[in-house]
Every structure is written in C-alpha cells, then in structure tokens.
C-alpha cells in the first residue's frame, strides 16, 4: 500500500534559517509527489510538485524539493525562513485511481 | 493557474436541516473532484471521489446517504450534508484535478457549524 509519512508535526526555526520539512513516502510504482501549504481555515495551495524529469523540484515561494528515489524521500526545503512561511505543510502522494494520500502535516513555526 | 472555488467558506446550520456545499473549477474541466474532511490539527481525510455524470466513490466509512454528492458537470461537484448533527461539524474541502500528473486543486474550504 502506498504511504507518506512526515517527520515531525511540527518544526520550529528561527526567520532567516534553513527550513527542512522531511518526507518519505512508500510507493510500488514511480510516484507523484506533491507539497502543500495550508493557512488557517483555508484550503490547501500547491508548492511544488514531482512527476518525472529533474528531481530538484522549484516551487512558489523559494521552496524546492529533491525527489530521491533510493531513498525513498522527498524533502521540502528553503534556505531562509520568512515569518509568513509559518503554515501548516503536508507532502501527498498520486496513488493509482487519481487520489491523493497525505502524510500527517508539519506545523512550520518561524521565530523572529 | 488552475483555480477551485468552494462556497460558502462558513456556515451555520441547525441540527436536523442539511447543508449545500459548491466546488467549482473554474478555469479548466476537471474528470474529477474530490471531498475531504479536515479535523482539528489533523490531516485530510478523504471522503468520496466523483466523477462526472458517474456515481461518487465513497471511501470506507463514509455513510453515503449522510453526504450526499453530486457531479453535474465537468465544473461543478456539490456535497450536501443531509440532516446534518454536530458531530458533522468539521472543515470541508473539495479538490479537482484534471489528472494525476497535472495536479489537484484545492478549494478554500468551508467551515461547517452545527448548532
């Protein structure tokens, strides 16, 4: 079965440091990965998204994300943290059938 | 980019009456829509999945003819939650998607309170 799982539910850095959202996924064909950022009491906006090709992914807002397969991860990643990046992210994986599996979510917490 | 609009973003019902909820995309066709059903603090969890003048697919658990949906068009799928409980209430979010590997979009949600 597929699954994603995020370490960690939340994650606190202070503005300006590298910000490092793990995931890892578990998938028996080649997966779609995707990051999604969630703002309180609002739906969730894509970041960025893997399907095939390069697999350093850019996103919106100065986000990107390596796809390692022999790793079996897709970390977010950005190398300075804003205080409006504090939101909530979850990496989600295209399973067959055209859904969506998401990990548990990351609270992102930015420290001025 | 491909935008969903989801309406209303909150809402207030009594218990027993049952609620409307829209999805709409609206810049692009999409095969399918999704609902889910977000809880405090946690993830989304996937209700039922429809397809376009075909019968949504519920998932495990979700009493179908509580949430009731519906997919007229290839731009508009609409969850009504019949009789609606407190226990109903809950953040309620569609998400389209014109394939896998284009992408799912997400609407902005909606609040659902019953009193």
């Known amino acids: 079965a597929q699954s994603v799982t995020q370490l960690g539910s939340h994650v606190s850095v202070s503005e300006g440091a590298l910000v490092l959202l793990r995931c890892n996924y578990s998938?028996?064909?080649?997966?779609?990965l995707f990051w999604y950022v969630q703002y309180p009491n609002q739906g969730l906006q894509l970041l960025l998204k893997y399907t095939t090709g390069a697999t350093l992914v850019k996103g919106i807002n100065g986000f990107e994300a390596e796809f390692k397969k022999s790793e079996t991860s897709f970390h977010l990643t950005k190398p300075s943290a804003h205080m409006s990046d504090a939101a909530e992210y979850f990496c989600?994986?295209?399973?067959?059938?055209?859904?969506?599996?998401f990990g548990a979510g990351t609270i992102l917490r930015v420290k001025s | 980019g491909a935008v969903v609009s989801q309406h209303p973003s909150r809402v207030i019902c009594k218990s027993g009456t049952s609620v409307k909820i829209e999805c709409r995309s609206l810049?692009?066709?999409?095969?399918?829509m999704f609902w889910y059903r977000q809880f405090p603090k946690q993830s989304l969890m996937l209700m039922a999945t429809?397809?376009?003048?075909?019968?949504?697919?519920?998932e495990q658990g979700v009493e179908k003819d509580k949430f009731l949906i519906n997919h007229a068009s290839l731009t508009l799928s609409t969850l009504t939650v019949t009789s609606a409980h407190p226990e109903d209430s809950s953040f309620y979010i569609c998400?389209?998607?014109?394939?896998?590997?284009?992408?799912?979009?997400f609407g902005s949600g909606t609040r659902l309170t019953v009193v």
């Open positions: 989600a994986l295209g399973e067959y059938g055209n859904k969506l599996v």
């Open positions: 998400s389209a998607s014109a394939g896998t590997k284009n992408g799912y979009t």
């Open positions: 429809s397809n376009e003048g075909s019968k949504a697919t519920y």
């Open positions: 998938s028996s064909v080649p997966p779609y």
């Open positions: 810049d692009f066709q999409a095969t399918t």
